[in-house]
């Protein structure tokens, strides 16, 4: 399959999956109390002022036509205004987004920095002290909430130790928040230590898996050793279901750990959302599950993407 | 035999077959220790939880100001609580409800999620793209978000909060299921069935299934971990079971603000717990998996 | 001259410890191979000939204890170090393997994979071991090799990957090649082709190969010396016209007089095993065929990445005849007998079974006429759903078509279709698992048998199997249509088997009937150059015969190309 015609695929499949999306948030939508009159005029709206809304936009009209109205303000951008801050909700996520991307950003990249390596090293040393011990560790962390592993870094090198601040930088812009680089070290181990976890096991178990393919003896039958094979050999291979897996962490990545910024109090996707479910700010609530939804399938899609590019075989057969 | 084999196969040649024997998957598992304790674990907690307070009957309902926030002592092991309840009490009581509540919806993710995976795996075709594409989207959508809005709209019971959570985990294993289930379809056995005419419903039923227990329970069980792990996180948010009733979860997220103040006791149990069972549930999954050598997570 | 052994083995031992407890897989093998000299390793599954060439590599599994001694060229290598072990590997001892679909690391281009082995022997800098390495492809026979080398493995043929494994082995001129099984995955003439590359390589460079195989042909061929295995022991060994035309041992009398011999034009021809339905085959034209394929063509996807696996065949079988489908990989010989079965509709054409259109039968009718098929396919393992008894597989048809039968008649069905295939009838309660391969494909013969059917479609049903054990399956299932007369369609790439047991022969070549017609005529005197290439091209395990048979093959392919 040529390239072109595989990326059409792919392309499609993305718009169909968003297309669901927007279906199952409009259906949210309609089931607020208040209705999407709210949601557009803010809950400072008069009864007349919501009627008037009401008839004018056509929300007695059957629901197939209301989507359709529903889709057409999305695609220009607009996602209401929220009830709480009297803001565009388009303008809050855009503030905030950047912010997440960088806490969840650098966690992520610390997180896979430790966790391909060990993941590797466990399976080179498969059943040793070394492979037992972050085993064990894995499990721990893995089965650790989020927020009492935040807690208890707070508490230990926050107030026990006094070495880092329990809180995240607050301020509204990028710069800002590098200036206070101390303060983001406990969100961002917080959220790597957790990414360790669970990557170093896939890493692992993909490593151990590749380590019985025929290659591996081919390339032993050459005089190659095991740390050059898997150098070579084993870790490309190996890569790929990581990859994969790693689509599952993108609305991670996009929302933000919601219990995280919370707990650390900084100021990105997560806490919006936070604060927003706590107000019961409708528009802001939906207007982020919509963006951090299609910015996956966006970023699922650009992976897909870069994977055909990278691993011939996709590129030459079907997806 | 009439006919003399010139050569049997070896004794000890690995035979590959598409299920291993119970025996042999229980004996793997027996040798599993991080497995075995596992499973120890598990029937402690349940054991502690369930059968606890007959042993050590607290007070869970009423507010009892005037033994509140005591440190652990002989009287209250593990200290009481802002409003004067029993620590150690609380925490029997509210495992209860993270356990049941995390058993429940796990097995229903998992339930939902063969139904769904099985029947796309089975039919393919635009039928299996377009219930992928949900799933797809199911999965781009982050689960904790939509149950904020949700618990926005609603306050759900004990029942609806197993729902919620049910219907949010059964991605993971409809993929799971479907890629089984893609492996199966097309075993000779099955083909051989459907040449001399045998329904769809049978090859499902007869051959299908029965061969999929075991991806089946792998994915319950880890689904149940996810579960446990995942009511922790939504109690703690605030939107689990209400006062006075709790669970883990609740527990951790009233006692957040006493604990800056150097009141761990409200705390640490809670949150070990969690992270015990947990572990204990992913232990027991990868020993099963390891045991009848399945594929996948 | 007397020249040093490059291989010598002195009563080698080699043990796993698995979970059902210590296997001793050889015992007490002595051999030796001398430069420029080529041995045979032969046996059955079991027999332990692949650990041998394993142990000689030191590329034994964890799990594997060896004893006693193996020298290549001088160095130990039983309990040897690892690092003297990656000294040897791919400089002095180079090994070639079976599977050339994964025997390739994927993601890396050839030509750098096989830079790497000479690397990892000599610095040389990396331009000129590409350079080499483009050599080396040229060598083994790969064209334009300078674009090949910057091929992704899966961009070339199973035949194409093979011959980069073989630079890989011989590109740092090793003095001992061994090769286990390397042309058991390939088709018929890539394997002759392969195996002429290896024989002018071993005469070009003077190395020693041990070439482990189970198929005599290929030793005919090739080898110069003869050991056979029987169960981790060598029980005869000796130049190859000795052991192959004179044997000694009773076990080697028996497994040549298992092999199916391709019987050649000049040969008297032996008498099908299904001797008694060749008379009536004579007498059967006139009746409608059994099953029916006209003008059917399968086409696979779509636009410019449509397969066609099948384009406009006319193939017929007829009530009590056995016709053999022959091809080789990609001939759609498979695809062929699953539109026959009716798992794959044909995208044009006309399928009949039973006089029936299969398309315009519908629901109980179709049932009803599908309940005259029986199935046997090839995989051994998959052909038996594992969660079931021997007797609850068997009894499926049963379950299928006659629901209404007494527990104690299908009982009784049961037994009787295990008597008929040779099985002793306390099997029915055992799992397949604890069955041999053997054994599982005549139990699939049992429920193909079941329900008596008019047409037994086989599709490569020994090919998965030992040859002996392949002689008594062909064995019973031609007894079988002896007594109950059904007709056969047998789909197999094993030229030999199907001259013994089928009356008609149709050669399929990439989704096209190259030639049909009684395999008497077909087989022996072909009319196209397709047939006549894919008979030359297989192996007979006679070496006198394989010399002069080798001589014209290369004779006329070089007169072609002239």
Partial sequence: MTTALYLTRR???????????????????????????????????????????????GLD??????????????????????????????????????????????????????????????????????????????????????????????????????????????????????????????????????MIAVFSRYMRASTLENLQEDYVRTA??????????????????????????????????FGGALVTE??????????????????????TLLGCVLVISIATVIGTLLADVAQSLIDPRVKASRA | MSAVQLAPEAP??????????????????????????????????????????????????????EQANQGPSAAHWLGTDAVGHDVLGRLMYGGKVSLMVGIAAGVLATVVGTLWGSVAGYVGGWVDALMMRVVDAGIAIPALFILLVISAITTPGVAGLILILGLVSWLVPSRLIRAETLTLKNRDYVLTLRAIGGSHARAIGKHLLPNSVSTIVVAATFQVADAILLVAYVSYLGLGVQPPATDWGGMLSAGLTAAYSGRWWLIVPPGLAVILIVCAFNAVGDGLRDAFDVRGR | MTTEPILRTSDLGVSFSTESGTVSAVRGVSLTVAPGETLALVGESGSGKSTVALAAMGLLSGNATATGSAEVAGHQVVGASEPSLRALRGSTVSMVFQEPATALDPLTRVGAQIAEVIRNHRTVTAAQAATEAVDLLRRVGIPSPEQRARSFPFQLSGGQRQRVVIAMAIANSPKLLIADEPTTALDVTVQAEILELLRKLAVDTGTGVLLVTHNMGVVADFADRVAVMLQGEIVENGGVEDVLLRPEHEYTKRLLAAVPRLDVAGDRPAAPVGAGSADAAAGRPGAAPVVDLRAVSVTFGRGARAVHALQGIDIAVHAGETVGLVGESGSGKSTAARVALGLIKPTSGTVSLFGQDLRSAKGRDRRALRSGIGVVLQDPVASLDARMSVAECIAEPLAVHRRGMSSADRRRRIDEVLDAVRLPRTLASRAPRELSGGQRQRVSLARALVLEPRLLVADEPTSALDVSVQETVLEVLGELQDDLGFACLFVSHDLAVVQHFAERVVVMRQGVVEEQGTTGTTLLHPTTDYTRRLLAAVPVPDPVLQRQRRTERLASLAAVTA
Avoid at chain 1, 24 to 44: E, K, M, W, Y
Avoid at chain 1, 262 to 283: C, E, I, K, R, T
């Fill in chain 1, 61 to 194: 009209q059957a629901l197939p036509v209301q989507y359709l109205r529903f889709l057409g303000r999305l695609l220009t951008g607009d996602l209401g205004t929220s009830y709480t801050l009297n803001e565009p909700v388009s303008q809050l996520i855009a503030e905030r987004l950047p912010k997440t991307l960088v806490l969840t950003g650098i966690s992520a990249v610390l997180g896979l920095v430790v966790a391909i390596p060990v993941g590797m090293l466990q399976a080179a040393r498969r059943n040793g002290a070394v492979d037992y011990a972050a085993t064990a560790l894995a499990f721990v962390f893995y089965s650790t909430p989020a927020f009492f592993l935040g807690l208890v870094l707070i508490i230990v090198f926050s107030q026990q130790l006094p070495w880092l601040p329990s809180q995240a930088p607050s301020g509204n812009t990028l710069a800002e928040v590098f200036q206070d680089p101390a303060g983001l070290v406990l969100p961002v181990v917080t959220g790597a230590l957790a």
């Fill in chain 2, 12 to 65: 000890g040649a690995p035979v590959t077959v598409a299920a291993t024997g119970f025996r042999l998957a229980a004996r793997r598992f027996r040798g599993n220790t991080l497995a075995v304790i596992g499973l120890a674990v598990i029937v402690v907690i349940v054991l502690f939880c369930f059968v606890g307070p007959l042993l050590y009957p607290t007070d869970q309902t009423h507010t009892l100001l």
């Fill in chain 1, 220 to 253: 032993r039958a050459g005089g190659a050793s095991t740390m050059t094979i898997l150098r070579r050999h084993v870790f490309r291979n190996s890569l790929t279901p990581v990859v994969a897996m790693l689509g599952y962490y993108l609305p991670v990545l």
């Fill in chain 1, 11 to 57: 392309v499609l499949q993305a718009l169909a999956v968003i297309l669901i999306v927007t279906i199952v948030v409009f259906c949210l939508l309609h089931a607020l109390p208040g209705g999407p009159a709210r949601g557009v005029l803010g809950v400072s709206a008069t009864p007349a002022q919501i009627t008037a809304f009401n008839q004018a936009q």
């Fill in chain 1, 262 to 283: 919370q707990l650390f109090n900084y100021p990105g996707m997560g806490l919006l959302f936070w604060n927003a479910a706590q107000s019961s700010d409708y528009p």
